[in-house]
Each structure stands twice: as C-alpha cells, then as structure tokens.
C-alpha cells in the first residue's frame, strides 16, 4: 500500500555497496550513544536466557519524523514527532513472544524480557490447544559484533532551521502559483532520521542510522464555471539523502517547477482518452509503483507461504513456482537488494542482525528468489536469510518488509525517445497517481500524473481520464523492450503498509523505461457512468 | 535519563507551567495494546506494548499573525520536558503564522477524572478469547479449514490541558477481531469481522461457523464476466466506502472547487439532495457502544483538522439527513472561510435509512444478484467523481431465486459512494460493523446492508 516517482537522468548502481560495510561521513549520534543501550540489553538478554529462551533480541529504537505543510504559500500545519523505546523478542517453548517498553532502567528491561517469555508461553498454550506441532527456528547468521553503519547523506535535515524549510517551499509555491492557470499549490517536507541499535543472545550488535526526506509539491486548477479541476504533483521521488536533496543534489527542481504549469495547462484541455488496448512506454515516474505491488509484495515469502493471509494478501508466486513460474519476457531482471546507495530500504544490517544483501528474484523472466527473513528462511530450507526483516518502531515485532526492488536496464539499451519512437499508436505514462492490486497480486490498475498519445513514434500531446488495467504475469509478459541506464531512476515511497498491528516501511524501487504491448486502457470518466 | 514516573495529568500541568508561549496546548496519551496474530491454525505473533506521547503545541503572537508549533516525544522523562516545551516554542517562532490560528478554546468545564490514573489493557483482556481461539482452530483443523486472523486491543487515556484553563480527559478502548477461513487447498476464502470495546462481546468460535457456511457455499463455483450487477453489499463494504466519502468531505477543499463535494460555479453542494432514500449519515460521541471522544483533540493540523480547535466540544451532527447533503468537515478557521459551521470530524460514523430487514432477508428477496463479503484495497481514481477502485474479497457469491447458489470469481471494481447513494434502491437495518479496509484506522461504525442495481465490476480478478 503507497505514493510516488521521476523521468530523467539519477541513475543508480544497484550492485553498490558490500555486506555490512560501513559508508559514509557522519557518525552516530552522540545523544543516541548516551543512552544506556548495552545495559539494557544486557539486562533483557539475560533475564531472557534466565527463564530459558532459546533466542532473544534486544532492540532500542530513536525514530525522528517531522512534516512541514503548507496550503498556497503559507503554513498549514507541522508536526515533530520523536518515538523512542525498545523491544525484546523471545523465542521460547518454540514459540515468539515480543513485548516493549520505555522506562530506561535494567529492571524495567529486565521485567519486559520476562513479559515476552510470559507472551511466548501463552502462544504455545493456544499452539498445543489447536494440535499444531510448528516451532520457530531461526536460519543461522554470522555473529556482527559492534558494528556501525551510517546512510548515505550530507545535510541532516534536522539541523536545518524550520525557517529555512518554510521559505524553501514558500517560495516554490509563489513560483507556481505565480503561473496562468494555477489555482493553488500544496507543498510539503517529511523528513526522517532514525537510529536503531540491535544485540542478541547470539553475540551481534549493531548501531545504524538512517536519513531520509520526502519533498512533493501539487498544482491545482480550478475552471470554475466548468466545475473541472485536475492537478499535477512534482515527480521527485522520496530518496535516502539528506537536505541537500532539496538544493540541487539528485534533483532538478527548477527545472520541474518550471514545467508543471504549462503541463497542467494541456492537461486541462486534453480530450479523454477512448478506451482500448495500446503500447504503453512506461516512465519510470510510473513503472516503480507497478513493480512495488506486482513484484515486490508478491516475492514476499511469507505472503507466498500464507502469513499474511488475512490482511494484506497472499501471492500467485507460490513457493512451488521457484524456478519455474514466467514471470514475465525474457528481458525481465529484478534484484533485491538492501543495499543500493540512496534506497530508502538500504541498511547495513536488519532487525534480525542479518547483514545487507543484493540477489535475484527475476533473472530473464523466471521467478529464482524471494525476500526472507530468519524464520521463514529456516522455514523453507534456505541456508540464510537476505536480511528483510523490519520493525517501524519499537512497539512493533519485526516482520518480513521489502527490499529495494529492481527491474534492471538493458546494459546497451535505447533511451526513452527511441522506445517512443517504436510505437505506432500507444501511451507514454509518467508520475504515479492512484494504484490498487488484488490480494494474490494479479489483477492490478494504475493511473498516473500524466499520459501522452504516441502517434507514429511521437508523443501528440496528452490525454486525460486514463488509467491501466492488467494482470501481472500479462503485461510483464508483453514487455518488449526495456531501457537503457540512462533512463534508470530510483523511485519508491515512504509509507508501503503491511502486517498486524500496521506497520509502516520506505523502500525504493529503481527501473528504467520500458515499453508493454496491447496494455488495457480504461476511460475513468465512463468506469464512473459519465 | 531517569525512569517516567509522573502521572499523566502531572506532566501536563508542569508543560503548561513551564511554558513561555502566548497560548499553550498539552495533550499527554497514554497507549496500552495486546494483540494476537494467527496463520494455518497457528498463532504467529503477539505482543503487549505500553507508552506514553506527550505533544506540546505553542502560539507565539506576532505582527504578521499568530504562529504555532507542534513537537511531540515518547517516553518523555522529567529532564526531557523542559526542553521539549522549548523546542516547541522554537518551532512556533520558526513557522510564521498559521493560517488557521484562532484563540485557543476556554470555557469548557473540566474532565472529573482529569487527575486520575490512565486506563489500560493487558495480556488479559484475551484471557477468555485465547482459549476459545485455541478450539476454534482445533475445529477448524478438524474441519479441514485454516484460520486466519488478528486480535487487537487497546487503551488510550488522553489528557488535554491548555493554557486558557481546559483539563480534560477521554478514555478510548478500541478492539478489532478478523478471522479468514479457507479450504485446505486455499481456493476458498470467508471472512467477517467484529469491533468491539473490551473481547467480552466476541465469540470466536461463532464466528468460525458461520464462516464454515460460507466455504461450503463456495463448494459450487460460479464464473461470471465483468459487468454491471445487482449487488448486495454487506454493512462492511457500505461502511468502507461511506468512510472514504467522508474523509474526502473537507469543506474548505469543496468551497476551493477541488472535490466532488464543490458545486459548479463556485461554493460548495451542501443543501443538495445526494439520495432519493431517507439515508441519514451522522457522528455521535455518545452512541452506544461506539463512543468516542466529546472534544477536540488535534496532534497537527490539516486540511480538516486544527490544533487551534483542542479541546472544543464536539457532538452528534447529521453529515446527510434524508438524503439531503447537511454538513461538511470544518475547523473554526475553514467555517469562517466557506460559511459553514463549524464541524470537526467525528470519531465514529454511522448510516441509517430507516431500514428494518437483515442481509439474509435481503437475499432471500433477490432474484439474481451478487452477494459480497468485503472490500479491499480501495484507492481514489478521480477527485472530480470520488470515483474509487477496489477488490471484492473473501467470498462473492451468486443469489438466485432468493438462495445463495455458489461462489463467483473475484472482481475489480470502479464505483463512487456518492453515486451509488443516487442509485441506491433499499437499505437494511443498520448494525455494528468493522470496516475492513480502514479498521487500522477507524473502527467504530453502524451500517446497513445496501442493495445497488448496477455495481460496477469493471473486470475479473483471479486472486482469491
């Protein structure tokens, strides 16, 4: 469950970055470091191995979110939310107990522990009760001992005056809403700097931190005599950087604010589309949602394997398919990978100690992997897990979440012009707007920011009332070309949902262009009985 | 850092003491959970989770206007208040001014329990259900079904102190249960739900048998094209579409021309008739059963919320009464801009058509249609329309002659609630129920069945 994406010119390097290395300039925070991290581990372990867990894991969590808002120019809320805590996890009468807390004492840690044994013990009376004999095991993993890892970034978006950050999307607004045509302009920041430190009864210990910011602007116009309206939001995607995201690093952003007026302009006059079936060059602006939902979610293990049955769904990529379900063309290479620099799922090591890690989950159309985490690894007979376990705070067990997800581009392949240039009668889709897929993640519809008609491999200006309607197997079996690296961008979200209680995760998504044969278009305005 | 000991109506007085702030709002929420999660019989995960957020929201007057500023921690420690409420009037200073700031809400009689301990649930609150959870999934293995499904409950105390003299408190205990039952060789799915206040009400062992009878439904399988269909949709279902409707009933947004609630020309359809069904769409803080708070309580502001408004009465108030559009969602500062009262958003929802007949004698007054169990993954499609896509899920099922016949294929649709209300021909009677697709969000809702003749399943999806 998601937002957003852009065309252009970022590209990434997927394969950067090795197991466990640490990057970068900044060091962890000296107030994190204060804190009595180590003794209340220490503490909760052995309280945890005293009552005769066969695992434990201590987690102390420091997540910073802050979102400056405004409504044409001026401040329409903030908010600066700080949740600290942390959380032991047992595996005890093989069963998981989890329980948390924040008093910062050895006996409160002590007494959290015992409260997770005592949540393990009542899961296996229910387990006995039901005739079940399932335990949890865990796929071994090597011992990290006090390791340190820091996200890629310059400018801790933290240390920027509020001011500053007001002014900036003052005076993007004022720019906007400065153009013809533009009735208002909502702008917003959210901003994320999340330090997490892990032990188990293993031995590894970790301490990490992670920066992220989340920029976005809309246009709105408004005929009012018509009663239309339609809008158009900035494509810049959510990053793992820091500030200087939003002052010239990674992004163009006079270059897109220059822009979008005229765009929502045309788009106003556009005709609407007629409903049928068309080529589509897919930007990746777009395409990274697409793979969030018809790839990401549905190599999750453990919704393939049923876990997440009852709320987010399973998956039609049943573990029985490995290595033999078509996924899609033959020009289909997805990674997983944890460790792409600037990914908003980049770590150095999970919250289940497992180090970051890069595999296949599509190599040339066939399904060869899944993501996992420790339980479901030892579960399915993998050697290890690739590190996908995640917990959004320290109120909540970690459970399998998305790796950064990737469809590969073609080493040589054509840039976005030529897969136009291909086309005879089709659509070029860019920007990300309203997605839903089914709970075994085949029937999925997307719309987007902005569609052009492709007449005899030139775009014809654009279309309104468009959307894409397909199953996932289907279009990515009618993907017939895919672009090169310069048209890979890093796309993703901040808020993909999953589990119960929710829990919230940010995961990028790089693609390049690509280009799908016969793709159902949809007219909106008819799906509603206009 | 020292151990969090205060009580909660402690620390808000001591923020308010230490604030230097023209105008100051302490709102401290004390947070209790204990949910269990189960898969294929098993229980999977579970967890209990205690904590405290304190939000400290400042005004600082200025030539321009009055700004605010909002920081909230968890887990906040004596040492860690002052610089909390400092931080929060830096953030004030820092923003410019609000443009929805009004004078902070005074004259509202306190809370009698203001200084008393906070509420909370445990482990315990399954004391009874976890047993009965245990056999549901012996019977069901038995049976050869699988069960599914999530138990939640919490507790929120929540303290609102301002400095224009306002103490009060609200206590919310929220419950959800959610069992999915499928065949051993998972083609077939059922599921219902419950909210509840405190797990004594829920039986989940009833639960699973009905779910049963709808698996053996599904024994017969039906394939049906996309189309347009007679359509009855269970309280569920209503109550997902209905909720999104409201969340997209910003009275500031409808006046600015940007929802399907503005009206050509300019203002907004307040006044319009939206049904030709005496449908009443209403909020009440005190209806039984599905309390909820009878004041304000804002952590940000936003396009209907303001922090401004903390601590401002709320009641019951008709969103629609005989189909008849009456309100949208205001603060005081959007009232003041669109001309409508003042109306904050309400913490439950309910739909009532005057409707006396239950779903079954709705079905068994079918001729042909399809019969739902929920709806899934609901996004808007288009603003202009509130045109929403979406999936059926767990159990669709083909109605003929007034019997259930078989189970269909799953559908994708495209529908918008505001013109299904306009196509609506009969309602049920209005019941409790958890709408599925929000229940992480809102859980206290009472709706009718509803009978469309024409649904939307835009197109055939092979997901079970």
Known sequence: MIHFGKAGDVSVDVSRG?????????????????????????????????????????????????????RDGKPSGSSDSTDAGYAVRVVHGGAWGF???????????????????????????????????????????????????????????????????????????????????????????????ENKFYADTAGTTTTQQRVRVHPQLTAVAVDESSGEFD?????????????????????????????????????????????????????????WLTIHESIGHATELDRALGYEAAYAGTSFATFDQLGKLKYGSELMNVTGDRTAEHGLATIGYDDEGVAGQSWDLVKDGTLVGYQLDRRIA???????????????????????????????????????????????????????????????RYNFQFTGQRFFRIENGRLAGQLRDVAYQATTTDFWGSMEAVGGPQTYVLGGAFNCGKAQPGQVAAVSHGCPSALFRSVNILNTTQEAGR | ??????????????????????????????????????????????????????????????????????????????????????????????????????????????????????????????????????????????GGRRLYGFAYHSVTSTYLGTSTGLRLRHDQPSGTLELNAKSEDLTRSAWAGAGTRDFKDVDPGELADGLAQRL????????????????????????????????????????????????????????????????????????????????????????????????????????????????????????????????????????????????????????????????WYIREVDPATLLLTGLTRDGVFLVENGEVTGAVNNFRFNESPVDLLGRVTEVGRTERTLPREWSDWFTRAAFPAMRVPDFNMSSVSKGV
């Not at chain 1, 994190?32 to 945890?48: N, V």
């Not at chain 1, 590969?408 to 291909?422: C, Q, Y």
């Not at chain 2, 401290?28 to 995960?45: F, V």
């Not at chain 2, 006046?255 to 319009?272: L, N």
Request: proline content about 6%.
């Open chain 1, 231 to 287: 809008s158009m939001r900035t494509l810049a995607p959510p990053v793992g950087r820091g500030w200087e995201y939003l002052t010239g690093t990674g992004w163009d952003w006079d270059t897109e604010l220059a822009e979008i007026p005229a765009l929502l302009a045309e788009k106003m006059r556009a005709p609407s589309v007629e409903a049928g079936a068309y080529d589509l060059v897919v930007d990746p602006s777009n395409l």
């Open chain 2, 1 to 142: 850092m020292s151990i969090v000991t205060s009580k909660p109506y402690e620390i808000v007085e001591r923020a308010l003491e230490l604030s230097r702030a023209d105008g100051t709002v302490v709102i401290a929420d004390e947070d209790s959970t204990a949910n269990l999660r189960w898969a294929g019989n098993a229980l999977t995960t579970n967890g209990v989770t205690r904590g405290r957020t304190l939000t400290v929201i400042a005004t600082v007057n200025g030539a321009q206007g009055t700004a605010s500023g909002v920081v909230s921690r968890s887990a906040v420690t004596d040492d860690e208040l002052e610089p909390l409420v400092r931080a929060a009037e830096a953030a004030a200073r820092d923003a410019g001014p609000a443009e929805d700031a009004q004078p902070l809400v005074s004259g509202v009689p306190a809370s009698a329990d203001f200084t008393d301990a906070p509420a909370e649930t445990s482990s315990e609150v399954f004391a009874a259900f976890a047993p009965a959870l245990g056999e549901a999934f012996a019977a069901a293995r038995a």
């Open chain 2, 216 to 375: 053996a439904w599904a024994e017969r399988r039906v394939e049906l094209p996309a189309g347009r269909y007679e359509t009855l949709l269970p309280p569920s279902a209503v109550a997902d579409l209905l909720i999104y409707q409201q969340w997209s009933a910003a009275a500031r947004d409808a006046h600015e021309g940007r929802t399907v609630f503005s009206k050509q020309g300019g203002g907004t359809r307040v006044g319009e008739k939206l049904s030709e069904l005496p449908l009443t769409l209403r909020s009440d803080p005190a209806e039984p059963g599905l309390e909820s708070a009878p004041f304000v309580i804002a952590h940000s502001s936003g396009d209907a919320s303001s922090v401004f408004d903390n601590g401002l009465p709320v009641g019951a108030v008709d969103w629609m009464r005989d189909g008849v559009l009456q309100r949208l969602l205001t603060t005081r500062h959007s009232a003041g801009l669109t001309g409508l009262p003042v109306a904050p958003t309400g913490g439950n929802l309910l739909l009532d058509g005057g409707g006396k007949r239950s779903l079954e004698e709705l079905v068994a007054d079918t001729e042909r249609g399809l019969l739902l169990t929920c709806l």
């Open chain 1, 18 to 70: 090795r197991e466990g290395e640490a990057s970068v300039p900044h060091e962890i925070d000296q107030s994190f470091l204060a804190l009595p991290l180590r003794a209340l581990a220490d503490a909760a372990l052995a309280r945890a191995r005293a009552l005769g867990a066969e695992h434990a894991d201590f987690r102390f969590e420091r997540v910073r979110d802050a979102s400056v808002r405004l």
């Open chain 1, 378 to 440: 030892k579960l399915t007979g993998f050697e290890r897990s690739n590190g996908c376990a995640y917990a959004d705070s320290p109120s909540h067990v970690p459970v399998q979440r998305m790796a950064n997800v990737s469809l590969a581009a073609a080493p040589d392949g054509p840039s976005t012009d030529e897969l136009i240039g291909g086309v005879e009668r089709g659509i070029y889709v860019v920007g990300d707007r309203s997605w839903s897929i089914d709970m075994q």
């Open chain 1, 99 to 193: 329980a948390s807390g924040v008093d910062l004492t050895m006996d409160a840690a002590a007494r959290v522990a015992g409260q997770a044994v005592a949540m393990a013990k009542l899961s296996a009376k229910v387990i006995a009760a039901a005739g079940s004999d399932e335990r949890v095991e865990l796929a071994p993993e090597p011992v990290h001992a006090d390791r340190v890892w820091v996200s890629a970034y310059d400018i801790d978006p933290f240390g920027v005056p509020d001011a500053e950050k007001t002014g900036l999307l003052a005076e993007w607004s004022g720019r906007l809403l400065a153009a013809k045509g533009v009735s208002h302009v909502d702008a917003s920041v959210m901003t994320v700097h």
